[in-house]
């Protein structure tokens, strides 16, 4: 075991300490189940269940924690009330009217279903950040081609795909600077930021092929692709306790399933 794991099995955030894919494995029969839902109480119960297990066995930052207790729930209160308005009238019932607008009106059952949908794509979104908070995209990578059997190749061509991005923000940001520092800016108003962002362009792709030309060098350097398989310098282990993680989050969402449809 490596210094990393042994660090992260000794951490109280214990979602830390798991596989990635074990993170993967125990909610995707629950969001499964949510796509095909329609009622309020099971994807709520699905992201209180994904909030507790977030908030206390991931490692949140402030802007984690401002994602988590303020972003998503007032992103699911604006997609809630934008699919309370985009709900066809014909299909609801006209009982109990919340408000009337000259000819329009909005019924209480189009705000459930409203409601209904935006819990469901939170508690989807909520569910897949037990993996997005509490592992690293080379530790996914490296998962996936030990347990998966992922080919290498495809597995570590995506990751350095992936990392282009920052590396594309960090040269997005010198060339700003460099525009500002020569006083090219162009003045204000949309035509100019037009005019600035198409003059980004040429730098930025220039600069993107270097980035490309290093990381293939690199990679020629390391005989990638030369043979079947790998080493690797860091291990990222399937234990018991993955296991247990993927039975339990099973076995807790075929309780909550079944208890909502009972009652």
């Given at each position: ?202 730098p930025l792709l220039a600069s993107a092929i270097r980035h ?52």
């Open positions: 075991m490596t210094a990393t794991a042994d660090a992260s099995a000794a951490s109280p955030h214990f979602l830390h300490a798991l596989n990635p894919l074990a993170t993967i494995a125990g909610p995707i029969p629950a969001i499964l189940v949510l796509v095909f839902t329609r009622d309020i109480a099971t994807p709520a119960a699905f992201i209180a269940l994904a909030y507790l297990l977030l908030l206390t066995g991931a490692r949140l930052t402030a802007r984690r924690l401002i994602l988590l207790l303020l972003a998503l729930p007032l992103a699911a209160v604006v997609l809630g009330l934008g699919f309370s308005l985009w709900t066809d009238a014909s299909a609801l019932d006209h009982s109990s009217v919340l408000l009337t607008i000259g000819d329009y009106s909005l019924y209480l059952s189009a705000v459930e279903v409203g409601a209904a949908t935006a819990l469901r794509l939170m508690s989807i979104v909520a569910l897949a950040l037990l993996t997005g908070l509490a592992s690293t995209g080379p530790d996914m990578v490296r998962s996936a081609v030990a347990h998966l059997r992922v080919p290498y190749r495809v597995g570590y061509a995506a990751l350095a795909s992936y990392r282009f991005v920052p590396r594309f923000r960090y040269e997005l940001d010198v060339i700003r600077k460099a525009h500002r520092v020569r006083g090219t800016r162009g003045g204000r108003g949309p035509i100019a930021a037009v005019r600035r962002t198409v003059g980004y362009i040429v490309a030309e290093r990381v293939s060098l690199s990679m020629d350097a390391r005989a990638f692709g030369a043979h079947p398989s790998r080493t690797e310098r860091h291990d990222v282990p399937f234990r018991a306790r993955d296991t247990v993680f993927i039975i339990a989050f099973w076995l807790l969402s075929a309780i909550i399933i079944v208890s909502i449809r009972i009652f």
